[in-house]
């Protein structure tokens, strides 16, 4: 704890094992193997913490650097300085061994899944790197679907994270800083990026950010992504995540930098733009032409989703001049009988289907799947024939619902989800007017976020037309020679010399 004394690692080794003892609260997890040599009267111990370790890894670590008992009629070691001198030098043969002189530094490195070596007599430790243990393996993305591409993803290793990037960017200038955060979790925290692309000051000004977090515990990526962000009143995310190796690789060619965290899959990366949201890894896999297409198609969806219910709610309850006639007499003769205003029945319709698609993530997968469809359709079908909604209303919160899930980042679809409601209440207020002030309020907000310095709506506002190749629409390759520009260094903004 900040402001107290850490005491001195003793001499004695049962006063050293009673101190490890005791801090970890006499835990069942601690375990102490004792040894006495053969060789000279002097007790070893070896300490590490069960389940985070790999057990043939401490055993190998354990026997090898005691080898020295096997030769001790060619080598009599009778005192602890020849003893521990000979253990180093056996340890450093594994390129892992580390000289342990305080309690601090010794709990931090039992608690990262190394072993302690005490010798009776001696007032240091000596450390072996045998972290393991169980970890989930890597498997395919379960948030990110990959239609073409690699089938990897992350997991809650962050070593085996920085190794799939490593795999796929096979460069010294591919840098590394590591740092621990959190007073009580003391979790690692690892910033990726490519040296001479990411812009120096963008990687300072990162670093500053990660140093300022104060707070006991970090348990995911999220919490560092709302305690770096620089506008934490906005709606609209401004890091984004991703459990891809891919994605995170050409996100760094392009000069961001990556934050892992250990205990997670999800890696975020910065500094972002508000079209990174709608760009998925694929769009690269692919034609230019399909993937421009396709783009296309997730910015309509995109307003389908945000203005959908909130224009028909406007134009329905103030202008209905708007409507063709046909149409207008059609809608007018579903809505005979229905109970409430037009505001009522699309809030009561969107409350419905957001209950039912968190109803579906929480539960187990076979049963949520069933839930979502079986759920939809009885519901929707019973409110109709009940005379409580109209089956147009049915067919447009419908609509809006799938639109909203071809946004490839999920929490960029979140924060549509919550502009929509907002949206609606407008509309059944102040009608198509209230819309369009609320739309270039909404604008001149994006406008005005950053990210690490970034402008949001960047290359858009401000426009750099150089980066237009990359943002709504997507050119062949041989057009995209250069990387973003407020993002890459100048002097190695070329993508393609």
């Known amino acids: 704890m900040p402001g107290i004394q850490e005491p001195s690692i003793s001499t004695k080794l049962a006063d ?30 070896a300490i590490y913490i069960n389940g985070l370790n790999d057990k043939e890894s401490v055993d190998e670590f354990i026997t090898h650097i005691m080898a020295f008992d096997m030769i001790g009629g060619e080598r009599q070691m009778n005192s602890v300085e020849e003893i521990y001198q000979f253990m180093k030098s056996k340890a450093l043969s594994t390129g892992e061994e580390k000289i342990i002189k305080d309690w601090k530094q010794l709990f931090e490195t039992l608690l990262a899944g190394n072993t ?48 799939l990037v490593r795999r796929r960017i096979k460069t010294p200038n591919l840098w590394i800083e590591t740092m621990k955060i959190g007073t009580v979790t003391q979790t690692d925290v690892s910033i990726m990026y490519i040296h001479g692309i990411a812009k120096d000051e963008t990687i300072q000004k990162l670093k500053q950010k990660l140093k300022d977090i104060e707070i006991d515990g970090i348990l995911e990526s999220g919490y560092i992504e709302q305690l770096i962000e620089e ?19 050409g996100n760094l060619l392009e000069g961001r930098i990556a934050i892992f965290v250990d205990g997670t899959p999800f890696v975020l990366i910065a500094p972002t733009t508000f079209f990174m949201f709608f760009h998925a890894v694929e769009d690269y896999y692919q034609r230019y032409d399909i993937s421009s297409l396709i783009r296309v198609l997730r910015f309509i969806c995109l307003i389908i989703s945000l203005f959908g219910p909130g224009l028909f ?39 419905t289907f957001e209950i039912i698609r968190e109803a579906g993530i929480r539960m187990p997968s076979p049963i949520g799947q069933t839930v979502s469809i079986i759920g939809g359709l009885v519901l929707g079908q019973a409110a109709v024939q009940a005379g409580i909604v109209s089956p147009a209303m049915v067919i447009l919160v ?51 976020l950053t990210s690490l310095g970034v402008p949001y709506m960047s290359p858009i506002a401000p426009f750099i ?33």
């Open 16 to 45: 050293n094992l009673h101190e490890i003892t005791i801090r970890f609260g006499n835990s069942p997890d601690i375990i102490i193997r004792k040894f006495s040599l053969l060789t000279a009267s002097i007790e070893i111990a």
């Open 231 to 249: 506008n934490k009143y906005s709606p609209f995310p401004t890091l984004y995540n991703t459990e891809r190796p891919d994605s995170v690789a």
């Open 116 to 163: 302690i070596i005490l010798l009776d007599g001696l007032a240091e430790a000596l450390s072996g790197n045998t972290s393991g243990g169980e970890i989930r393996a890597v498997t395919e993305a379960s948030t990110q679907v990959a239609i073409r591409g690699s089938k990897e993803s992350f997991t809650e290793s962050i070593g085996t994270n920085l190794s």
């Open 398 to 448: 419908s609509l809006t619902g799938i639109s909203s899930f071809a946004t490839p980042a999920f929490n960029m679809a979140l924060s549509v989800r919550i502009l929509r409601f907002v949206i609606m209440f407008i509309a059944a207020f102040i009608g198509l007017y209230g819309m369009c002030v609320f739309s270039f309020i909404l604008i001149a907000h994006m406008c005005s």
């Open 313 to 351: 709610v406007a134009a329905l309850n103030f202008h209905q001049e708007m409507i063709p006639t046909p149409l207008l007499i059609n809608l007018a003769s579903q809505r005979e009988g229905v109970p409430f205003p037009t505001f009522i029945e699309a809030l009561l319709l969107e409350v």
């Open 465 to 497: 037309i150089e980066n237009q190749k990359d943002s709504l629409f997507r050119l062949p390759f041989q057009f995209m020679k250069r990387r973003p520009r407020l993002i890459s260094q100048k002097k190695n903004n070329k993508r393609i010399k």
